[in-house]
């Protein structure tokens, strides 16, 4: 097993930057709105599910909330995607799990800490380290 943790102060509450993981409203705002045609699904229920798709750019991801704990964390499956397919490696499906924390800090800001794990090699400075630390730069640019 191998981790990548990001970590993030974002302009908001709490409330704020977990409704960004969330609301499709606030997830479009930070998750590829460089995509135009990027589409967003997002039931936030244990076992909904979380599917963030662009044809133009062929990728995306799918996933199923497994853990719901307002404002605190949040837990779900994560599945890569290419082409509107499930990624396969050497033939076989890869899930791997990402859980978010959010921390409130005094000056009125949250600390988002975003642990992915996966069965498979994974770092911060490639593939799925590069893919959260795209995203998060994003949402910690905007007041939520």
Known sequence: MSSVTIVREVRGSAEAAYRAFTDVAV????????????TYLV????????????????????????????PKRLAFSFIWMTDGADALV??????????????????????VNVVHTSVEEINDSEGVGLGWNDVMDRLATLDL
């Open 27 to 38: 997830l479009r705002r930070w998750w590829w709105p460089q995509l135009p045609d990027t």
């Open 43 to 70: 039931d936030p229920v244990v076992g909904g599910e979380l599917r963030v798709t662009s044809a133009t750019a062929g990728i995306g991801f799918r996933g199923t909330f497994s853990l719901l704990d307002p």
């Open 90 to 111: 050497d033939g076989e499906l890869i899930v791997d799990e990402v859980e978010v924390t959010f921390e409130p800090l005094p000056n009125g800001t949250t600390r």
